[in-house]
């Protein structure tokens, strides 16, 4: 398994100097790879290369400047301009890669069919990061790591490294309030995963706005909607903010302000993410949810609750602490989990206003919620059965088999 560890730097000056001209000259270098790229397709994209009148060329053919054809082109850019001479080979390459997932991202569709839109140019201080990606595994010595054509830089390690995690690749962030570093590190004592869950300890979870999620326990988590308490604070910074004249000193800190601010809110809620989802693990060894579409419902009236809520962020969360802890966080269809009765299947319409379940056929009363989290909670625990089941066929008279339990048995 491959996981993260951030930690912050203490960079003295000169250092904090080199990280800053690095990110300048890998900001140009991003807009200059991305121009090549924008040149070559708008000269590509007509099919006809010649005349069918007249025997002629139209256009000569323009060689694609692809990954491969511009990590070579970098040995040019170090003649022309020696600056970037000072910049490790791998950092400039990662910059080229960076440009090539942004450009294939605008051309080619996703496995749904969609295309993301077209990549930008980098304006002055709009580049955040760089990437080294390999690293000797005994980069950190004490309180330091050592970065190549850096040096060795202050870490405070908040958390040390567990034994036998390789570090894959070290990023450089610069942040609000100052300078990161995230080690991408591969986990190799992860336990495996077995079909030995709980089904007495299985849970349906339904996200909400009124409520941050319901458990099938009837269990609530209230919601703690950060950014709306803290409204009248950026509200406040942001008029700052407008006030000052553009390119100013002030107007430079008051922008540093106002990211700080939204730092704040960002670690405020990602805290609570991790806390609630440690807390659904802590007691359940099976957790089902909606696989909802997060993007198309941000673009409906209640998008600002839905960003704030931050749904995404915790079930990727979820999803990452169940396979560290060797459990189960199954994504379920979410079509019909509300309209459906959890007791007897019946279909019972409802609108959004409508917050609570009544069926007609078997009788059952409950909150709206507690039933969509019932039903999420039997699609979840049937397909565990099922994949168990199929698990147990293919490996029989081959290995002891599988089985899934609940304590009733």
């Known amino acids: 398994m491959i996981r993260a560890y951030k930690y912050k730097l203490r960079p003295n000056s000169w250092q904090a100097n080199q990280f800053d001209e690095w990110l300048n000259l890998l900001r140009m270098q991003y807009n200059y790879r991305l121009s090549e790229r924008f040149n070559w397709y708008e000269s590509t994209r007509c099919p006809l290369d010649s005349c069918s009148l007249v025997s002629c060329s139209i256009a000569p053919i323009l ?14 850019t170090k003649k022309l301009f020696p600056e970037y001479r000072q910049i490790h080979s791998q950092v400039l390459q990662n910059c080229v890669e960076k440009v090539k997932k942004a450009f294939d991202r605008y051309i080619k569709a996703d496995k749904t069919g969609q295309r993301s839109g077209k990549p930008r140019f980098k304006g002055k201080g709009r580049y955040h990061s760089f990437t080294y990606s390999q690293m000797k595994q005994d980069c950190i010595k004490g309180n330091r790591i050592t970065l190549p054509k ?10 040390p490294i567990p034994d036998g995690f390789k570090i894959k690749t070290v990023q450089i962030v610069k942040a609000a309030d100052g300078y990161y570093v995230t080690l991408t590190l591969q986990d190799v004592t992860v336990p495996t995963l077995r079909y030995d869950i709980n089904l007495d300890r299985a849970v349906g979870i339904d996200m909400g706005l009124k409520d941050f999620l319901i458990t099938s ?22 008029k700052s903010v407008s006030r000052k004249k553009k390119g ?6 008051a922008v540093k302000r106002l990211a700080k601010h939204h730092q704040k809110v960002a670690r405020q809620r990602r805290d609570f993410h991790c806390k ?13 949810f909606e696989d909802l579409n997060v993007k198309s419902l941000a673009r409906t009236r209640m998008a600002k609750s839905i ?10 969360i979820l999803v990452c602490k169940a ?6 966080a199954i994504a379920v269809n979410p079509n019909g989990t509300t309209q459906n009765c959890s007791s007897c299947g019946t279909r019972i319409p409802k609108t959004i206003a409508d917050r609570w379940h ?37 490996d029989a008279g081959l290995a002891e088999k599988p089985t899934l339990y609940s304590s009733a048995s």
């Open 150 to 159: 850096i040096g060795d830089v202050k870490i405070i390690l908040h958390r």
């Open 307 to 316: 960003l704030d809520a931050g749904w995404s962020e915790f079930l990727s």
């Open 217 to 238: 326990d009837a269990d609530t988590v209230t919601i703690p909607q950060f950014a709306r308490k803290a409204q009248k604070d950026k509200k406040l910074r942001n």
């Open 63 to 76: 060689e694609q400047p692809d990954y491969y054809w511009q990590k070579r082109d970098l040995l040019n």
């Open 276 to 288: 609630t989802a440690k807390r659904l693990l802590d007691k359940y060894d099976l957790i089902g």
């Open 248 to 253: 100013s000193n002030r107007r430079r800190k």
């Open 358 to 394: 009544s069926c007609h056929v078997c009788g059952l009363e409950l909150d709206r919620d507690v039933n969509a989290a019932i039903n999420v909670k039997n699609i979840a625990v049937g397909r565990t059965v099922i994949k168990a089941q199929r698990a147990s066929d293919a």
């Open 323 to 328: 396979e560290s802890a060797g459990k189960l």
